[in-house]
């Protein structure tokens, strides 16, 4: 099995370096490396990464604008922002943006090498109490005015069928459980959860979980 590539963007250069050590050591293929929000969206083209490691204060741009711009150049990369701040604005903005999940620094080396490997795999990490920020968050969205309504008040075009089990995993997603917890809740396979929600991403042609959270939450699938 091919090594998850990973991209580490922070402008602090010991920081960087040692982070990308630590992924190193761990078994992670570590791609590229930059210190700079343009320089790194260029880079990342080139350098494909699965996983994008991303601070969100930047010297030249800002992260939120990193990620718009990655997702632009590689609409599948996931992107796992690791910043000093934990304040929710910026949290909101940057999963808005299209970040897969947000850590602060001060999480443990073990915990945040397995945050990168669970981004890889799709899953939504946050640092603890976060996941419940955004959720609450789309919840808020979903909640107002126009809901269910495209432009003009336009219907929205016919949802693709789910199967039962999809919808059912779906469901769990909504309400921010881990692959491992809906498998474990489910009596399922970990691979098996995440090739459900692979295929439910494909059918509704979503790109990460964080936007598959919102659309079950849109549709008052978390109750």
């Known amino acids: 099995m091919s090594p998850i590539r990973?991209?580490?963007?922070?402008?602090?250069?010991?920081?960087?370096?040692?982070?990308?050590?630590?992924?190193?050591?761990?078994?992670?293929l570590v791609v590229a490396t930059s210190g700079e929000g343009r320089q790194a969206i260029r880079v990342a083209a080139a350098a494909r990464p699965d996983v994008v490691v991303l601070d969100l204060q930047?010297?030249?741009?800002?992260?939120?604008?990193?990620?718009?711009?990655?997702?632009?150049?590689?609409?599948?990369?996931?992107?796992?922002?690791?910043s000093a701040s934990g304040e929710q604005q910026s949290v909101l903005d940057a999963v808005k943006?299209?970040?897969?999940?947000?850590?602060?620094?001060?999480?443990?080396?073990?915990?945040?090498?397995?945050a990168v490997h669970r981004t890889a795999s799709g899953d939504?990490?946050?640092?603890?109490?976060?996941?419940?920020?955004?959720l609450g968050e789309y919840r808020r969205l979903a909640a107002g005015p126009g809901r269910g309504t495209g432009p003009a008040g336009a219907a929205e075009p016919p949802t693709p069928q789910l199967t039962e089990?999809?919808?059912?995993?779906?469901?769990?997603?909504?309400?921010g459980m881990s692959y491992k917890q809906i498998a474990q809740r489910l009596?399922?396979?970990?691979?098996?959860?995440?090739?459900?929600?692979?295929?439910?991403?494909?059918?509704?042609?979503?790109?990460?979980?964080?936007?598959?959270?919102?659309?079950?939450?849109?549709?008052?699938?978390d109750d």
């Open 6 to 28: 990973v991209m580490v963007v922070d402008d602090h250069p010991m920081w960087r370096e040692g982070v990308a050590r630590d992924l190193t050591e761990a078994g992670f």
């Open 58 to 82: 930047l010297p030249d741009i800002s992260g939120v604008e990193v990620i718009l711009g990655l997702r632009a150049a590689l609409p599948a990369v996931r992107v796992l922002m690791l």
């Open 97 to 114: 943006a299209g970040a897969t999940g947000y850590l602060v620094k001060s999480t443990a080396p073990a915990e945040f090498l397995e």
């Open 124 to 134: 939504a990490v946050f640092t603890p109490g976060l996941a419940g920020l955004v």
């Open 165 to 175: 089990r999809e919808t059912e995993v779906l469901r769990l997603v909504a309400k």
């Open 187 to 221: 009596g399922l396979s970990h691979r098996t959860v995440q090739n459900h929600v692979q295929n439910t991403l494909g059918k509704l042609q979503l790109h990460n979980r964080v936007e598959l959270t919102r659309y079950a939450i849109e549709r008052g699938l």
